[in-house]
């Protein structure tokens, strides 16, 4: 399953785009990250990176 990204929670520093390895995640028009769901891998990567835990494992 792809993560789930608590946008109240997002910085917006972008360090879950240059972690993961399918370029399926981005910052958006509010410098919030969103995850393209189709290109998940489910790796989680993005969740270890995310510095104030905004990214999580969906549910």
Do not use: F, H, W
Not at 13 to 41: H, R
Request: include cysteine; proline fraction near 5%; glycine fraction near 8%.
């Amino acid at each position: 399953m792809p993560v789930t990204i608590d946008r109240e929670l997002c910085v917006g520093c972008g360090a879950c785009v240059g972690t993961c390895p399918m370029g399926a995640l981005e910052l958006d028009d509010e410098g919030k990250s969103v995850c393209n769901e189709d290109t998940c891998i489910s790796c989680y990567a993005c969740v270890a990176a995310c510095p104030v835990e905004a990214i999580k494992e969906a549910e």
